[in-house]
């Protein structure tokens, strides 16, 4: 079980690292089929308010906290409502399913369940 945890935290820690820091560098060509209009509008909103590049950082330092080991719990807390965000973009404004962005989903719900030690605080009943 470990070695399956290691792999996942690398993978999904790399993969927000790889496509965070591709938004400034331009290395990997983003093409494929033109978006409705809605998911348009909204990419055209939030691109030159600067609130994606806001996201961008988060998902860099999410994906080096994960990686890290020692961070890994603050990482999934921080690419929990990215991944989120994915989901809803796909679901309500492309209006398509997304494989890449549900398997995102299936492993920070699992890394979440396997650092849920980690969690349990808050999740724990509050004391008065």
């Given at each position: 079980?470990?070695?399956?945890?290691?792999?996942?935290?690398?993978?999904?820690?790399?993969?927000?690292?790889?496509?965070?820091?591709?938004?400034?560098?331009?290395?990997?060509?983003?093409?494929?089929?033109?978006?409705?209009?809605?998911?348009?509008?909204?990419?055209?909103?939030?691109?030159?308010?600067?609130?994606?590049?806001?996201?961008?950082?988060?998902?860099?330092?999410?994906?080096?906290a994960?990686i890290?080991?020692?961070?890994?719990p603050?990482?999934?807390?921080?690419?929990?409502?990215?991944?989120?965000?994915?989901?809803?973009?796909?679901?309500?404004?492309?209006?398509?399913?997304?494989?890449?962005?549900?398997?995102?989903?299936?492993?920070?719900?699992?890394?979440i369940?396997?650092?849920?030690?980690?969690?349990?605080?808050?999740?724990?009943?509050?004391?008065?």
């Amino acid at each position: 079980m470990n070695k399956t945890i290691l792999i996942i935290r690398n993978l999904l820690g790399l993969a927000f690292v790889v496509f965070g820091l591709n938004f400034f560098l331009k290395f990997i060509p983003m093409g494929g089929p033109t978006p409705p209009e809605a998911a348009l509008n909204f990419m055209g909103a939030i691109a030159p308010s600067g609130f994606l590049a806001v996201v961008k950082v988060l998902e860099i330092a999410g994906g080096l906290a994960l990686i890290s080991k020692r961070f890994a719990p603050v990482g999934l807390v921080i690419l929990g409502p990215i991944v989120a965000n994915i989901l809803l973009y796909d679901l309500f404004l492309a209006k398509a399913f997304n494989p890449v962005g549900f398997a995102v989903l299936v492993m920070e719900v699992f890394l979440i369940w396997a650092f849920r030690k980690n969690f349990a605080g808050v999740f724990a009943a509050p004391r008065e």
